[in-house]
């Protein structure tokens, strides 16, 4: 199976930056789409956006604009550019995987421990 180590996360203030990476074992990158979802308290698990394996990208049409995802030249890590971020960007963010792009939920792997990204004053 493969596995998800997310990190990155932290306490930023409206408007601010965070970028988030996910190391990724156990998987072919070249085969399969990675995405970047998120958990905020009280709702469920969404995708953010999401890469697939000839570098096509898809967002949420919540942050279009302000996030943007991207993976390592070695394809072992990917990566969630976060810009101008609202305190409704707070939630757990995990990364996982997917055939497509269009195939990304429910994702096919299994959850690791997320990071917390809180927007707040």
């Known amino acids: 199976q493969p596995q998800f180590v997310e990190s990155g996360g932290g306490l930023v203030l409206p408007g601010g930056s965070l970028r988030l990476s996910c190391t990724v074992s156990?998987?072919?990158?070249?085969?399969?789409?990675l995405g970047w979802y998120r958990q905020a308290p009280g709702k469920q698990r969404e995708l953010v956006a999401a890469?697939?394996?000839?570098?096509?990208?898809r967002y949420a049409d919540s942050v279009k604009g302000r996030f943007s995802i991207s993976e390592d030249n070695a394809k072992t890590a990917v990566y969630l550019q976060m810009n101008d971020l609202k305190p409704e960007d707070t939630a757990v963010y995990y990364c996982?995987?997917?055939?497509?792009?269009?195939?990304?939920?429910?994702?096919?792997?299994?959850w690791g421990q997320g990071t917390q990204v809180t927007v707040s004053t």
């Open positions: 890469i697939s394996a000839d570098a096509q990208t």
């Open positions: 996982n995987y997917g055939i497509t792009l269009s195939t990304m939920s429910p994702p096919r792997g299994i």
């Open positions: 156990g998987l072919i990158f070249r085969v399969y789409a």
